[in-house]
């Protein structure tokens, strides 16, 4: 059998000492990064030096096969020693509940497992196994989907889910290809599951998959790349608009309206705050700026504008002298005065 290269796993976010957990499905991704993270610990020179546990899901979907994925799981972690978290919870029952779709209901599940595991102390960070494939398909389902700039970061590396403890996902596959990780297992003669929803074209992610992607690498061969490298710079992009605005806003936004002979009247009242920006300071800005100005006055008031409502906004601002107001999704409404924008919530 040949000797299978090593996956390249990013040991950014790990330390000697953390308490980690895989998130394994039983599918060639999270299964490959198990044998990663167990070859690493075990390593002769520079181990990982972590403690290592598994967790899985059993959504109640799938039915045997479900099953058959929890006994693959339990039979790994019981080869390599590896303490095993289970969860089940249905997502049909969720689904019910909330309206959220089968693909949402089950990422909240799966993601409120993990927090519980770091909230109770059993984990200081969760591995899921996301890839680079996985990167590229989530960029492009944003961008079919209108997203803003900071959607397109998509998968991020390093999520805190948990400020008090410091606790964490992490993503340490992101630069891995899904090609190289089934090599890998081939060449470690390790098996691995397949889920047979993965090819069920009525989830949009298959169909990106197994569709858009192909189509898009005929005009590209390294789009998936492209798309990755496209998430990385929007990250980036997003940090420094986050440093920005959240020295500038502050210094804009005003609470309440003005009252006559100066000063403002802030309401304590629910559902009477407000929030107001001089149109003199506003226009000063460029157009990003005052967009994203525009937006985080929204995100105080609990709304989130989309880009019509946004550019709509940015007219009104550079309209002639005068009153007008706008009705925004969520009940959010706008007014103008002569001197400044107004955004409040008119609730029915």
């Known amino acids: 059998m040949a000797i299978p290269t090593p996956l390249p796993l990013n040991r950014d976010s790990i330390r000697p000492g953390d308490r980690i957990c895989a998130a394994v499905s039983g599918g060639a991704d999270s299964v490959a990064l198990l044998l990663s993270l167990h070859t690493a610990n075990a390593a002769p020179r520079e181990p990982l030096g972590v403690g290592l546990s598994v967790a899985h899901v059993h959504h109640g979907l799938r039915g045997e096969e479900a099953d058959a994925d929890l006994n693959f799981v339990r039979e790994l972690c019981g080869r390599l020693d590896i303490p095993l978290h ?6 049909p029952e969720r689904v019910r509940q909330t309206g959220e779709t089968v693909e949402e209901a089950a990422r909240s599940i799966r993601y409120s497992f993990f927090e ?3 909230a109770s102390g059993q984990a200081d960070s969760v591995l899921t196994a996301h890839t680079l494939d996985d990167q590229a398909e989530t960029v492009l389902m944003k961008l079919l989907r209108g997203a803003w700039t900071e959607g397109l970061g998509g998968i991020h590396p390093v999520v805190v889910v948990q400020k008090e403890r410091g606790g964490k996902i992490l993503r340490p596959f992101l630069g891995v290809r899904r090609s190289q990780i089934e090599a890998f297992l081939r ?5 691995w599951r397949e889920d047979a929803s993965n090819s069920e074209m009525i989830y949009t992610r298959n169909r990106v998959r197994h569709q858009l992607m192909p189509l898009l690498r005929e005009f590209n061969p390294v789009v998936d790349q492209t798309l990755a490298n496209l998430s990385e710079l929007a990250r980036g992009d997003e940090a420094h608009w986050q440093r920005t605005m959240a020295q500038l806003v502050p210094q804009l936004l005003l609470p309440g309206k003005p009252v006559r002979g100066g000063g403002r009247s802030v309401s304590t009242l629910p559902g009477q705050a407000a929030v107001a920006i001089e149109l003199e300071r506003l226009r000063s800005l460029d157009m990003a700026t005052r967009r994203r100005v525009l937006r985080s006055a929204a995100r105080q008031m609990g709304a989130r504008l989309s880009f019509d409502e946004t550019a709509r906004l940015m007219a009104m601002c550079d309209q ?10 969520g009940e959010l409404r706008a007014q103008r005065s002569a001197r400044e924008l107004r955004l409040f919530r008119q609730e029915n």
């Open 187 to 191: 060449d470690s003669g390790q098996p």
């Open 86 to 91: 289970v969860h089940h919870e249905s997502v």
């Open 320 to 329: 002639a002298p005068g009153p007008a107001s706008l009705h925004l999704a």
């Open 116 to 118: 519980s595991l770091i």
